[in-house]
């Protein structure tokens, strides 16, 4: 009987090693078993991460697209209102001429005794853009 049915023995005709063992057979079932789970789980919350992600990254995509329209607009923004502070500061208005223009503002400015944070060059550049 022992050599057919090894599991179907009482307890007491096992020795102690066989007990061992197939308390810690049983016990090491239970563990794969919880690890399976675990594992299931983690896979699960991966995909989710993962979907997340892409909608993330579409969403910065998107937003990315926006700001740069946006900026190129402030900046068009920015360009025109050089243009009107320049115009304004000057008795006739601009001439047309980037460098004269971009010259006698730095030096109504220069006699206010404000320093402009670019050059000539760049405050030059920035009236040509504009028109």
Known sequence: MEGNFPNEQPAF???????????????????NEKLVMDNQELLATL????????KLKNKQ???L????????KAHNLQLK???????TMLNNGLSG????DA???????????IELPCGM????KYLKQDR
Do not use: P, V
């Not at 697209?65 to 190129?72: L, S």
């Not at 209102?81 to 115009?87: C, D, E, P, T």
């Not at 001429?97 to 004269?100: E, Y």
């Open 47 to 54: 995909d989710t991460a993962r979907l997340e992600y892409r």
């Open 103 to 113: 010259g006698k503002i730095m030096g109504k400015l220069a006699q206010a005794n």
């Open 121 to 124: 060059e760049t405050l030059a």
């Open 81 to 87: 209102l050089i243009q009107l502070f320049a115009g």
């Open 65 to 72: 697209e926006t700001t740069m329209a946006t900026g190129k």
């Open 13 to 31: 005709i096992f020795n102690q090693l066989e007990r061992k063992a197939l308390l810690d057979s049983q016990k090491l079932l239970t563990d």
């Open 97 to 100: 001429n980037n460098h004269t």
């Open 61 to 63: 995509k998107l937003d």
